[in-house]
């Protein structure tokens, strides 16, 4: 057996599905799938805060696209009822945790509203792999929904630190996207030292939970500091913590700042969060110690205030 093979049973067995297949990066995995399992007659139900790569999925599906508002589940599920007795397959699709805010999806009114109206489900569990439910295995465990989503899509870019996407689900989906999805059917898989990274990173994530912890406990730390010295961190729920301070130019001013106080935070604006929504989003890590959390924090305080961001 491969190292690539290997590795595909071990993030099935990871995240409790049958069967998996590894893409050559996260954006490829939910791209390649949605465009691979939908049609212009079919149905797609998307969050409005969904990550890019669903989203260009989408468009290359020539699917029927409805969105609906950030967690509204309610409207959601008012989408399928109206569809229910629509001609194709509805795909219902949400992330697990949202990249630019670190909210978490309502997945469990995602489920039921999926179940009611017959509706495929996906999850895109980028951003909590390695973060939410038992040793990282995402929001699906996390809400303990095992064998209620249809589609898992995760990274190994992330939390596992490597490189490459991977989609888990039953038997007949995986059978079905090695030979319809492009980006798998036309590109190469992992070389051998990525697999092996990858799978020792599992070992990590299954035997060493104190990380974990730690992880918790740090972004915890941190985002109190954050409130604590005026800014808005806005809904986030995870260790995605963004400083949101409104106009682009002020959040590229605050991460050029941060810079040259030798901290790195990313400023994003328009278009990739809304205007009037521009921040710096922090990521803390597992192995970030307190020392260098509060030499974090002080940077944020000192060129806060220089920037007449806090009072």
Same mark, same amino acid.
């Given at each position: ?24 990066? $996260?954006?490829?995995?939910? *791209?390649?799938?949605?465009? &691979? =399992? +939908?049609?212009?007659? /079919?149905?797609?139900? %998307?969050?409005? #805060? ?58 469990? $009114?995602?489920?039921?509203? *999926?179940?009611?109206?017959? &509706? =495929? +489900?996906?999850?895109? /569990?980028?951003?909590? %792999?390695?973060? #939410? ?63 092996? *990274? ?16 730690? #992880? ?96």
């Amino acid at each position: 057996m491969t190292l690539h093979m290997q590795l595909e049973e071990r993030i099935a067995a990871f995240k409790n599905v049958e069967a998996c297949v590894v893409f050559q990066s $996260g954006f490829a995995a939910n *791209a390649g799938t949605v465009s &691979a =399992i +939908l049609t212009p007659e /079919d149905h797609i139900i %998307s969050d409005e #805060l969904n990550h890019a790569s669903i989203i260009d999925g989408c468009r290359l599906s020539k699917a029927k696209i409805h969105v609906f508002p950030h967690k509204d589940v309610d409207a959601a599920g008012k989408i399928l009822e109206k569809l229910a007795d629509v001609p194709g397959r509805k795909l219902l699709i949400s992330d697990g945790v949202f990249s630019m805010d670190g909210d978490i999806g309502p997945l469990p $009114g995602l489920v039921e509203a *999926a179940e009611k109206y017959g &509706a =495929i +489900l996906m999850v895109d /569990d980028a951003h909590s %792999s390695g973060v #939410l439910g038992n040793a990282g295995r995402g929001t699906i465990d996390h809400f303990g929904l095992h064998g209620r989503v249809h589609v898992q899509v995760g990274t190994l870019s992330k939390a596992i630190g490597v490189l490459g996407g991977y989609v888990c689900g039953s038997r007949d989906l995986i059978e079905y996207l090695y030979q319809r999805a492009r980006p798998f059917l036309f590109s190469t898989s992992h070389p051998p030292a990525v697999a092996a *990274a990858c799978l020792a990173a599992f070992d990590v994530l299954e035997q060493e939970p104190e990380r974990i912890q730690n #992880l918790w406990d740090n972004t915890r730390y941190f985002k109190q500091g954050l409130i604590d010295a005026g800014f808005d961190t806005g809904v986030s729920e995870t260790p995605i913590t963004p400083v949101i301070v409104g106009e682009a130019k002020a959040a590229f001013a605050l991460s050029n700042g941060l810079f040259e106080q030798g901290v790195l935070a990313t400023g994003i604006g328009f278009p990739t969060v809304a205007k009037g929504r521009a921040r710096v989003r922090t990521i803390v890590t597992a192995t970030h110690t307190r020392e260098e959390l509060d030499r974090a924090l002080e940077a944020f305080r000192t060129v806060g205030r220089a920037l007449g961001l806090l009072s």
